[in-house]
């Protein structure tokens, strides 16, 4: 409207150009931009003093992860778990804080996790050492012995033990000749596997039975009789006695 009553006060005038209205437009909207909203002010000072608000670790610089959770290299997982939980809650929003607290947690655990792989492997070495350090009789000993894996363990296991339950529920109509039996033979077997000599898996065998019987008539006479129910012979005790030498011998000899 100012443009058309400008040309008709004076139609020899030359009109504004193009150019210069679309600067005005610009100069204008640079000047809305240049005065944002309060409400937008308002909002970003709020969040400066939000963070400027949040507490911050003083302990971000030490090096010693233990100090720096202000526990002793010797505090149990519940005190470092506690102090990591404490800080975390104390120092929450400022983040610097935060990821120098997790930091330290995560160090000392890492470290625990060396200390005990260390210890496990220099309970080893000590043990190796020890043997080598040990009479060359305990050598000899230990070279009949044997660790199975755990699945030959708990068959075997479970073998002698059905044969002693089945002794002791057949306690009142009989002796347990035919389970000893059983066992001994069972026994000869998986010594045979192992050794692959016959003979030496019989002498073995036969070595745990009267090793485990001699042992049982000597020990289960001191067994008080309150503890034993009437039906528990002196031959189903040692039978049970021998079924634990059987095991033994067949298990771990080789």
């Known amino acids: 409207m100012a443009m058309a009553s400008r040309l008709l006060a004076n139609p020899f005038a030359a009109p504004p150009s193009l150019n210069s209205v679309t600067s005005r ?6 000047v809305v931009l240049r ?75 890492i ?18 050492k020890k043997v080598e350090e040990s009479p060359s009789w305990v050598k000899n000993l230990l070279d009949f012995v044997e660790l199975p894996p755990t699945v030959i363990i708990l068959r075997r296991l479970f073998l002698f033990g059905f044969m002693a339950a089945w002794s002791i529920m057949n306690s009142a109509d009989g002796g347990p000749a035919f389970q000893v039996a059983v066992s001994l033979a069972a026994c000869i ?13 019989s002498i073995i065998g036969f070595g745990a039975l009267v090793g485990g019987w001699i042992c049982g008539s000597v020990f289960v006479p001191m067994i008080p009789t309150v503890l034993l129910r009437p039906t528990w012979t002196l031959e189903l005790l040692t039978s049970l006695v021998a079924y634990t030498f059987l095991f033994l011998a067949c298990t771990f000899l080789k």
């Open 35 to 109: 005065n944002p909203s309060p409400r937008c002010a308002m909002d970003a000072s709020y969040g400066d003093n939000n963070l400027r608000s949040a507490p911050k670790f003083p302990r971000m610089r030490v090096w010693d992860p233990y100090k720096r959770l202000g526990i002793s290299p010797d505090a149990s997982e519940e005190e470092i778990w506690g102090s990591r939980n404490f800080l975390l809650q104390q120092y929450a929003g400022h983040e610097r804080s935060e990821e120098s607290i997790e930091a330290a947690f995560e160090n000392i655990l």
């Open 111 to 128: 470290n625990s996790y060396v200390k005990r792989k260390k210890t496990k492997f220099n309970l080893k070495t000590r043990l190796k």
């Open 25 to 30: 437009r610009r100069r204008r909207s640079c």
């Open 189 to 201: 077997y998986f010594l045979n596997d192992k050794t692959k000599s016959l003979a030496r898996a």
